[in-house]
């Protein structure tokens, strides 16, 4: 087990503040810091903290796992993965609002990447859609409230929504849903909104803000406020930008702290604000639908989203410490362990280390949700690669003789061999750890 150091990401709608305050930098940052990524992605990865090596080469997690890739990932992991690790684990602080995208399925990413490399564009080419030939399921967990677009709504909401706006130019389009309510009605009116004439485009958006400022202004007891709100806000921060009438289609959520969100292939979605973990399969694809100055491939984009309104409640982990978050993706499995200083129950060793080498089959005595007092040990699941995130607290990992303390905003890697205990220092704080494993 291993210190990781992780990439810190520039984009520019990240913060100067809430990554560095996590990590007890000084604040504001140079740059906005919108992620910092955990993991073995070769566009970015993580580096070991090995002091003792000469080589900074060396010490990449990357250059670690190739190196010895069943010996870092396990053989069972290495196998299904072609010795990749078939996650990425990241911090994410979002000050301002990303761009509305979605993510490819397996096989459209295998198809997208074989046809850009077809047609020469060049990896880092802002033409380019697909970086690599994976997918990119993900879940992001709040730290603090975090705020999100993500999937279609119910057709019959969105046109209560729209309905009440009671905005004359949107009338044909309401109609139009209102002929289909359903996920082709949903494709046809996305579909005339992102190929809609500039002209017609800067009549309808005006339209579009002022019934939504009407619809807020009426106070917050009205039954869309927060979206109506959101779209004002979209509008008023990407002028003229067809994003702002896909936003009207979506999901809008609120995460509270240790609350989750998975977003499979083809849902569209934008991270509004707040700062969360997210964890995904090791991808980098992303297919962009708006509010965004970059690259927006308007027919790709219809070939990879889907359209099926989606449930967007909120998921919370099950089961004792770690308690996990129950999502389709094989490549990712994230559990979450919290060390409450306020629980005075006697607790004895919670799992035992090397009992199991089933991810999410650790015996013992954990509260559900993962929360156990700050005394308890908790055997981590061993068999797998594993990354252990501390977002409050100080963690402390311990392998046998060697113990290991994980810092506030830090990281630790393990790896498929290591049999680890976690564990908290005394703090009058909770402690939590995020544990980040192969599927």
């Known amino acids: 087990m291993d210190l990781l150091e992780g990439a810190v990401r520039a ?43 000469g080589d900074p080469k ?42 509305l995208q979605a993510h490819p399925s397996a096989l459209q990413a295998a198809q997208g990447f074989a046809a850009d490399n077809s047609r020469g564009i060049p990896l880092d080419s802002p033409v380019r859609n697909y970086k690599d030939d994976s997918h990119k399921p993900e879940l992001i967990v709040a730290i603090g409230e975090f705020h ?36 082709h009605g949903l494709r046809m009116l996305f579909t005339s909104w992102i190929t809609l004439p ?7 958006l005006p339209a579009l803000l002022d019934g939504c400022e009407r619809h807020v202004a009426a106070g917050a007891a009205v039954p869309f406020a927060r979206e109506a709100a959101t779209i004002v806000e979209l509008g008023a921060a990407y002028p003229g930008d067809q994003g702002v009438l896909a936003a009207t289609l979506l999901n809008r959520v609120v995460l509270q702290p240790g609350e989750g969100m998975f977003l499979d292939a083809g849902n569209l979605h934008a991270y509004l604000s707040g700062v969360g973990v997210e964890i995904m399969a090791n991808s980098d694809n992303v297919l962009r639908g708006g509010l965004t100055p970059k690259h927006v491939d308007v027919p790709e984009l ?89 977002t409050a607290g100080r963690g402390l990992l311990r392998s046998g003789d060697a113990e290991l303390e994980v810092p506030r905003g830090g990281a630790a890697w393990l790896d498929a061999g290591d049999v680890v205990v976690a564990s908290a220092a005394q703090t009058a704080e909770p402690t939590c750890l995020y544990v980040a494993a192969a599927g």
């Open 11 to 53: 984009y520019a709608w990240g913060s100067r503040t809430d990554l560095a305050d996590l990590q007890g930098r000084t604040t504001p940052t140079e740059h906005p810091e919108a992620e910092i990524w955990y993991g073995a992605h070769p566009a970015d990865p993580a580096m070991l903290v090995r002091p003792e090596s």
């Open 198 to 204: 500039q002209a017609r485009l800067r009549e309808l």
């Open 302 to 390: 219809l070939r990879v989203l889907d359209f099926r309104p989606i449930d967007a409640s909120a998921l919370v982990p099950e089961g004792p410490a770690p308690a996990w978050f129950d999502t389709p993706a094989s490549e990712f499995r994230l559990g979450a362990i919290v060390f409450d200083p306020a629980m005075t129950a006697e607790v004895g060793e919670v799992g035992k280390a090397g009992e199991v080498g089933e991810v999410g089959k650790v015996g013992g005595t954990g509260e559900a949700g993962g929360r156990v007092p700050v005394g308890a040990d908790v055997a981590l699941p061993v068999g797998r690669p594993q990354i252990v995130l501390c």
């Open 148 to 183: 999100a677009l993500a999937g279609f709504r119910d057709p019959a909401r969105t046109l209560d929504f729209l309905s009440a706006l009671a905005v004359d130019e949107m009338a044909p389009y309401v109609d139009m849903l209102g002929r289909q309510p359903d996920e």
């Open 58 to 99: 060396e010490r990449s997690l990357l250059a670690v796992i190739d190196s010895d890739p069943v010996g870092c990932l396990g053989a069972s992991t290495a196998g299904t993965f072609h010795n990749r690790l078939p996650f990425l684990l990241k911090l994410l602080a979002a000050a301002e609002p990303l761009s």
